[in-house]
């Protein structure tokens, strides 16, 4: 699995240099290697950085000096321009032509490649789906800013560019925000979409309106009802939901429920108890602290050992005497390994915060491997910010 | 602006650079118009910010061009050609001057993480001023690359041909050289800069 490290590929494969078969290997070497990762983060940005830069403007004075020192080195003439002018503007009128034709042919379906900038293949698996206002038969280019549509019939599979495949269900409607070497963004208005991405962490985000899904290497369900609130369950790998002030890691064989105005709830396994989950639903979301009190003592009376991993992410999230007896819960599953004190995790220490979780991640199911993700920058509000590596080892 | 010299450059083929090599003015003021803003933004990044400076290179350049093009056989690309004498100026203008720049020569940047999203736009201008002073301070065989890969937009293989050097080098400076301006400007890694 660490056969070769990837570090020195890590621009070619941003800027499409290498393969298919050569970025294939780099995003499966990727997923699954801490250090070379962690490179791709940092070159990713200056990547970002870079495309920042200005082309600049020449001062329109720069011309005249050119042409009066050429007339003094080269002796430029313009004896007989007319031949190349007409020349010139024979060239212009083909110029313009093929300019034509590229802009007629970029709207017909780009069957060719779907990526890059030219837009992302659809393919039609049940009905008529449409992208814009045009239904699609067979396939379909879905560009910049353009929505695809599916009805009650209808079904539509997005090829990712090189890195994955998105499964769009009936009566979804999604929208191609942005495809870049650094970045792939769909929005998700409303209906159901399964992802399966094999690319580095943090290259394809999903925009719903209560919450950002980004993909940390992995397989994914997200729905949107008709209200904005949604759902993600996640069947391979890790997905982070973000929302302004709340980021949730949601793993394999766990679920997370968002809602609008409050962003994404607390994760859970889809194998607990349904009075688990429906107590976990009124933790997050109702406002009566009475419905809440109940919904606790619920909740942790279901509580099993892998279920540390809701725990632990409503420990920042809960108030000074709930805290207390979520930990006191936790402690009773399993225990906190040496070094983690009940005064340090009451009081939010991120240190021990991630210490604990990385002892817990081994209960929190097959993750293949590939170890818990990092959190994002959005670690507001007591979040604790997750790192990839043993705390211990730091 | 920008899309006059685009469409400027489209224009570019044998029979402009034939008329030039004949001496024809209106030819040279083409390819002028095509470069000209390409070259002169290598220029300004590579003489550290002195846009007086990147003028006299600029106009250094395109005078080496106009007398060496009768030598041009197109043998390779022109803006192959072209782009051999930007970096070759750029680099002995560089031995010659001797410039020493330091880290503190560039107006210092501004923490622009946080911003609101109205004010977005204007974090990315001050974004690109930031990468703009990191990317002048950058030893001149890593920020090349990133100048014909972001301003020029080469591929790999043109930059390789350009540089005289192989694609892995150019893999390699480049990566290299986003590393550096990835540490240099490690405070603008902020999500809601980036909109995410």
């Known amino acids: ?394 | 602006m920008e899309r006059r010299a685009a469409m400027a450059e489209q224009l570019i083929n044998g029979q402009v650079i034939e008329a030039c090599q004949q001496g024809d003015r209106d030819a040279f003021q083409c390819l002028f118009e095509a470069y000209k803003d390409k070259v002169f933004s290598i220029a300004v990044y590579s003489s550290g910010g002195d846009r007086t400076l990147a003028e006299d290179i600029t106009q250094q350049i395109f005078l080496k061009l106009f007398t060496a093009i009768k030598q041009f056989r197109g043998e390779s690309e022109f803006t192959t050609w072209l782009y051999r004498l930007v970096v070759n100026a750029c680099l002995d203008e560089r031995r010659r001057s001797r410039r020493l720049l330091h880290w503190g020569d560039t107006v210092p940047v501004k923490n622009v993480s946080d911003k609101k999203p109205q004010e977005r736009q204007y974090a990315r201008l001050e974004v690109a001023e930031a990468v703009r002073g990191a990317i002048e301070e950058l030893k001149p065989k890593f920020r090349l690359p990133i100048l014909l890969k972001y301003i020029e937009g080469l591929s790999y293989e043109e930059i390789a041909d350009v540089m005289g050097c192989s694609k892995g080098t150019v893999a390699s400076r480049l990566n290299r050289g986003h590393s550096q301006l990835a540490k240099r400007l490690s405070h603008l890694n902020s999500p809601s800069l980036w909109g995410e």
């Open chain 1, 1 to 394: 699995m660490f056969s070769k490290h990837v570090t020195k590929d890590i621009s070619a494969y941003c800027h499409g240099e290498l393969s298919n078969e050569e970025s294939k290997r780099f995003a499966e070497h990727i997923i699954s290697c801490v250090k070379c990762r962690t490179k791709f983060e940092e070159i990713k940005l200056g990547i970002k950085l870079a495309e920042q830069l200005p082309q600049l403007t020449a001062p329109d004075s720069l011309w005249p000096e050119v042409e009066s020192a050429l007339g003094r080195e080269v002796g430029i003439v313009s004896a007989n321009p007319w031949p190349w002018r007409a020349r010139i503007a024979v060239a212009a009128a083909v110029v313009l032509a093929l300019s034509v034709g590229v802009w007629l042919y970029n709207r017909q379906p780009d069957l060719h490649t779907g990526s890059g900038k030219s837009g992302w293949l659809v393919t039609t698996l049940d009905g008529t789906p449409k992208i814009g206002s045009e239904n699609i038969s067979t396939r379909g280019s879905l560009s910049i800013g353009e929505w695809l549509e599916t009805d009650e019939k209808s079904r539509a599979q997005i090829a990712v560019g090189t890195i994955g495949n998105v499964d769009i269900d009936e009566n979804t409607r999604v929208r191609l925000l942005e495809t870049q070497p650094t970045e792939h963004r769909l929005e998700l208005a409303r209906g159901r979409m399964s992802a399966r991405i094999w690319a580095p962490p943090r290259l394809f985000f999903v925009d719903t309106p209560s919450a950002v899904a980004a993909d940390l290497g992995c397989a994914y369900t997200l729905s949107v009802d008709d209200k904005g609130d949604g759902r993600l369950s996640v069947t391979s790998g890790w997905v982070a939901l973000q929302a302004k002030e709340r980021e949730s890691i949601v793993p394999e064989g766990a679920s997370c429920e968002t809602q609008l105005g409050t962003g994404p709830g607390t994760p859970y396994f889809d194998d607990s108890s349904l009075e688990f989950q429906q107590a976990l639903k009124k933790i997050d979301f109702d406002k009566d602290p009475t419905n809440r009190t109940a919904a606790l003592d619920s909740m942790l009376s279901q509580s099993r050992a892998k279920d540390t991993l809701t725990l632990w992410h409503l420990l920042p999230r809960v108030n000074d005497d709930e805290r207390v007896r979520v930990y006191e819960k936790m402690e009773s599953l399993t225990p906190p390994p040496a070094g983690i004190t009940r005064e340090g995790v009451l009081n939010l220490d991120q240190k021990m915060l991630e210490q604990w979780r990385y002892a817990l991640q081994g209960s929190w199911g097959s993750s293949g491997g590939k170890g818990i993700p990092k959190l994002g920058e959005k670690s507001l509000k007591g979040w604790p910010t997750l790192d990839l590596k043993d705390p211990a080892k730091k």
